[in-house]
């Protein structure tokens, strides 16, 4: 048994990705963040569908088509395959914590 929110990494220049499950076709991971945010000229496009959920801190998300929306604790979003999308901003005053799940 683990804690998400134990042993959170000290704030360092980049995102903190941690794997927690990895089976065929479904990939959990822990997202820690320090004020970070996806460059504008590089947003993510994937070929899996994605779930994150925010468990602690806060955050901008912007999915095209749907534009940015803030999210706090307990809020979560599906991000359907190819749907371009970015980190907008994190808060730099405490961690951000996601849970990441990956399918499809």
Known sequence: MS???????????????TDLLSRPGVRIERIVSHGQSTPVDAPFDQDHD???LLLRGSAGLWIDGDGERALRPGDHVLIPAHRVHRVT??????????LAVHFG
Do not use: I, Q, S
């Open 3 to 17: 804690n998400l929110l134990a042993d959170l990494p000290a704030p360092a220049e980049d995102e903190v990705f």
């Open 50 to 52: 994605e779930w994150v």
């Open 89 to 98: 901003w994190t808060a730099a005053d405490e961690p951000t914590v996601w």
